[in-house]
């Protein structure tokens, strides 16, 4: 028996399309995390829920779909996560080194970081607006002052491009400089306590 037949997760048949389409964004997740973004195809997700490959094609129309839809999936949930994550920041709950490592798991460890670069690199760079969309809300629900505040733009496009680096280069780079592997989660997490600073020293400044 192969390993991707052993890993099939049964579902009901009778699920609501939303439920069945949910079920297989889990199941490419748990591919791109095991195997790889290469292993995020139309038939090994088929195969880890029990479905058809037509089945699937129903659901996302074609590889590229899968794709697309997988990295809005990812990028409501990480971005959900950092924002909750901020928020605690900002009541003392977190620390911004703790942050920092999130945001960077994110893009290594959870497999952000390969999916956008697997998707820049097979020309599906459209893929990638979901995963945008959801920084540029994130953003807009964490910002007191709206669009406004560009210095959390900065910020969040600082974090990001760090994190993304680091997931796909900071080992070997960062061994080549003889730095530890974590440099770049500490650079990350004195930007944010930096941030942090200015962000409780604007709150509790006395209006005038």
């Excluded at 971005?79 to 928020?87: N, Q, S, T």
């Amino acid at each position: 028996m192969s390993a991707e037949s052993s890993k099939i997760v049964h579902i009901p048949r009778r699920l609501s399309p939303e439920a069945s389409r949910s079920a297989a964004l889990e199941a490419a997740r748990e591919l791109l995390l095991e195997a790889g973004p290469q292993a995020v195809t139309l038939k090994a997700v088929a195969g880890r829920v029990g479905r058809t490959h037509a089945n699937l094609l129903h659901h996302f129309g074609s590889a590229s779909g899968l794709q697309r839809d997988l990295a809005a999936y990812m990028g409501n949930s990480i971005c959900a996560k950092i924002g909750e994550a901020v928020f605690q920041m900002r009541g003392g709950a977190v620390t911004p080194l703790e942050l920092a490592d999130l945001i960077f798991d994110h893009f290594d460890r959870e497999g952000a970081g390969a999916l956008a670069s697997w998707m820049l690199l097979s020309g599906n760079e459209d893929a990638l607006d979901p995963i945008i969309e959801a920084i540029h809300n994130l953003v807009d629900e964490i910002a007191e002052d709206g669009h406004a505040d560009t210095s959390l733009h900065e910020l969040t496009l600082e974090m990001v491009l760090m994190a993304l680096g680091d997931a796909l280069l900071g080992g070997p780079l960062s061994a080549s400089l003889g730095l530890p592997r974590e440099a770049g989660r500490l650079i990350a997490s004195r930007k944010l306590a930096a941030s942090f600073d200015e962000w409780q020293a604007r709150s509790t400044a006395p209006i005038t």
